[in-house]
Nanobody, 123 residues
């Protein structure tokens, strides 16, 4: 099955930047939709950004302009560039792969099958 390993988390001052990476291994046929999610204690996991199977990108509205997601198909690596970070961006960030049934569910965590272990981001 698919295995996902995140890296790149850490602590950064307000206004700083971090780049998260997700290395994916395993069978990737058919192509998976891949996304980034985040979660803080006591809250539901929320969608941050995703790359759909047609390589289109989707972002949470509140994060547009600060976060950029990219997928390197050749290396099976999903990256998330986070700029101008704010304290409210503090969370555990997870990489996921799955097959959301509808385009509007690309940022719905329940539509994803495989998950990484998560990486902490503290602002």
């Amino acid at each position: 099955h698919v295995q996902l390993v995140e890296s790149g988390g850490g602590s950064v001052a307000t206004g700083g930047s971090l780049r998260l990476s997700c290395a994916a291994t395993g069978p990737f046929y058919p192509t998976y939709c891949m996304g980034w999610f985040r979660q803080t204690p006591g809250k539901e996991r929320e969608g941050v950004a995703a790359v759909d199977i047609d390589n289109s990108t989707v972002y949470a509205n509140s994060l547009k302009g600060r976060f950029t997601v990219s997928l390197n198909n050749a290396q099976n690596q999903l990256d998330l560039q986070m700029n101008n970070l704010k304290p409210e961006d503090t969370a555990v960030y997870y990489c996921a792969a799955g097959h959301p049934k509808y385009e509007y569910r690309v940022l719905s965590s329940s539509d994803y099958t495989y998950w990484g272990q998560g990486t902490q981001v503290t602002v």
